[in-house]
């Protein structure tokens, strides 16, 4: 089974195989397999018309992560008392912007937190490493209120005809997904998205409360020079 189908998907999306948002996508979506006791420290924003292929590689996802993908709709959703249901997940759709303060707190708790508080009602709460990547699917094409310090944003583009949608229908109906899934776990991550988008392996779990404070190495200095340019490079890339 070839994994052609859903990499022109991913290529129509995003522009081109040889547009950055390409290997952006691709990136951020192969993170959590390689690298399952690490997280991803930027959401994603996926924002385009319906009926273009984002929920074809959405379910894609789903299939690959199995019980640890959760679809939980609004971000309004995380404002609930309880929040078990994020307990052991890795990768979290969301289908629309966040609205208000509050929610856009609580993203920035998760986005940062190297720890997850799970409370469930009649039950003690317990703390577990966080491990969700989130993502969230939008038909609104505005970038008001997405940080570029906590959203990497891709504008995907608008349907094609309906016969590429069939090939890619009837390439999921052959399990495409596990072929998709080893493709992701061998893709190549530049050492600038990894500086730029994640912790360092394992960081979740073993760093304390209040890290010492040391000097930076060159490399590391080097790595956070990297990951500056990098960015820039993507938001002059969106503005030419």
């Keep these: 089974m070839s994994v052609q189908p ?17 290997d952006l ?24 018309p319906q009926g273009n292929g984002q929920g074809t590689l ?22 609930d008392s309880g929040n078990a249901v994020l307990a052991g997940k890795r990768l979290v759709v969301f289908d629309k912007a966040p609205q208000g303060e509050a929610t856009h707190d ?18 003690a709460p317990r703390t577990e490493p966080n491990r969700l990547n989130l993502l969230f699917a939008c038909r609104d094409k505005s970038t ?13 583009a608008p349907p094609r005809e309906p ?7 009837n390439w999921r109906a052959k399990e495409g997904h596990v072929e998709f899934a080893q493709y992701l776990l061998q893709y190549p ?38 990951a500056t340019i990098w960015d820039a490079e993507r938001t002059l890339d969106r503005l030419s």
């Design 163 to 169: 016969e590429f949608y069939r090939a890619l229908i």
């Design 25 to 48: 996508l691709l990136s951020w979506l192969a993170y959590p397999l390689q690298h399952p006791t690490g997280r991803l420290t930027k959401a994603l924003v996926l924002h385009g």
């Design 106 to 123: 609580v993203l920035a708790q998760l986005l940062d937190s190297l720890t997850l508080r799970i409370t469930r009602k009649g039950h």
């Design 144 to 156: 008001q209120g997405w940080s570029p310090a906590r959203f990497l944003t891709i504008g995907t």
């Design 189 to 226: 991550i530049s050492a600038a998205f990894l500086a730029s988008c994640t912790l360092a392996e394992g960081a979740a779990a073993a760093m304390p409360e209040a890290a010492p404070i040391r000097t930076a190495t060159l490399a590391e200095v080097l790595d956070r020079a990297s």
């Design 6 to 22: 859903i990499l022109d998907l991913v290529a129509h999306l995003t522009g081109g195989a040889r547009s950055p948002d390409h």
């Design 58 to 79: 959405l379910e894609t996802m789903a299939r690959i992560h199995g019980s640890a993908y959760l679809s939980l709709g609004g971000a309004q959703r995380l404002l």
